[in-house]
């Protein structure tokens, strides 16, 4: 299959845009998948309804057919056409954070999804993205749009176009390629079946800012000790993962040296990432600095691309720095902790 390539951003002028996402819209209605980028990450996206369109994305990604798909729509509205018993609460979430990286978990409506989108279960998330090409996109398709991260199952979620090239090139209809995305991690999927809602996967909107719009909120417990079974079907599987092996160091920063140093030692290239206030401070086979501790927005935009840029370096392990659990720092830490199929060293 010959992927189409297209390119819609600043140096376009608005008319070739508006052609291109024309053209991509219209492979959406012939059921093709198309990969198109999001203020959080690229997605993959099918006609949601379509049987065929949605066993595509699952055969591009390599993805396993029992984790849902979330479905991405252009406007408000339409929530209520795709879930019922909505709570209060999410249309005062609607309000806050809508367009934007907030997905919501609800009991499906109705028999039109295609039973791929939701791996079979009765409830469905949905989002509205916050990004002006993935907006008029699944406008123009007209139809909700099944959308996961655009990579090979288990790989790091793309960031940029290439990314989507490098792992889906051959695989799928088409790209549009919108230039880097903003948020750098996934949406955060909250469970709102319940009284309270509850967060299943940390992502781009934090715990502090829907108990600001909500209250009380809950979070799963699988996030928060070992031992229970995940409520999101896709948080069970290991994700984000470079080639070479990733460790998580928790620590002094004397206590990082030590480890690099140790590993160093048995005769191991290691790769380090590091914030650009550890630049300086560590020495490592390699360094790559991923945004600012200061920042923490920086870290998740600059995450992705920092964890494929060690598959383009000769080493054999990459430790990470760890990243304070508040804010954005909670997915951060989620997806470092994938990443490194939960291998962390913790100084005493
Ligand atoms: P991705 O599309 O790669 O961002 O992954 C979507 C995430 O949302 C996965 O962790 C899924 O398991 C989760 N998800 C999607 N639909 C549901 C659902 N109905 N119930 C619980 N989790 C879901
Ligand atoms: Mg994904």
Redesign the pocket.
């Given at each position: 299959m010959k992927t189409k390539v297209w390119t819609v951003g600043e140096s376009e002028n608005l008319s070739t845009s508006y052609s291109h996402i024309t053209q991509a819209a219209q492979l959406l209605q012939e059921n093709e998948v198309v990969a198109f980028p999001t203020e959080t990450v690229y997605g993959l996206g099918a006609n949601a309804f379509s049987d065929d369109a949605v066993q595509k994305i699952f055969l591009a990604k390599g993805r396993p057919s029992d984790?849902?798909?979330?479905v991405h729509i252009a406007s408000k509205d339409k929530l209520n056409e795709i879930v019922k018993d909505i709570p209060d609460y999410v249309y005062k979430l609607v309000d806050a954070f809508w367009p934007g990286p907030l997905?919501f978990?609800l009991p499906k409506k109705g028999e039109l999804l295609s039973t791929y989108v939701?791996?079979g279960?009765e409830?469905?998330?949905v989002r509205m993205p916050n990004h002006p090409i993935a907006l008029e996109l699944i406008k123009e398709a007209n139809v909700p749009i099944a959308?996961?991260?655009a990579n090979r199952s288990g790989k790091p979620?793309p960031t940029l176009a290439s990314h989507v090239y490098h792992d889906l090139n051959g695989k799928i209809s088409g790209l549009v390629d919108g230039g880097p995305t903003g948020v750098g991690v996934?949406?955060t999927?909250l469970?709102c079946t319940t009284t309270i809602p509850t967060i299943?996967?940390p992502g781009g909107i934090t715990k502090e800012q829907i108990e600001f719009i909500v209250g009380e909120v809950k979070v799963d417990k699988a996030l928060i000790e070992e031992g229970h079974a995940p409520?999101?079907?896709?948080?069970k599987y290991t994700h984000y993962s470079p080639n070479a092996p990733v460790i998580l160091v928790e620590g002094s920063e004397e206590f990082l040296q030590k480890q690099i140093n140790q590993f160093m030692q048995q005769g191991k290239k290691v790769g380090l990432l590091t914030t650009i206030e550890g630049l300086t401070k560590y020495k490592a086979d390699k360094v790559i600095t991923c945004g600012s501790r200061a920042d923490l927005e920086s870290v998740a935009a600059q995450l992705y691309d920092v964890l494929r840029k060690f598959d383009e370096e000769d080493v054999d392990l990459i430790v990470s720095e760890s990243f304070p659990q508040f804010g954005v720092g909670e997915a951060i830490m989620n997806r470092l902790l994938k990443a490194a199929g939960n291998h962390v060293i913790v100084e005493n």
């Open positions: 984790n849902p798909l979330i997905t978990i939701t791996a279960l409830t469905v998330g959308a996961p991260s979620s996934e949406s999927v469970d299943l996967r409520k999101s079907p896709g948080m």
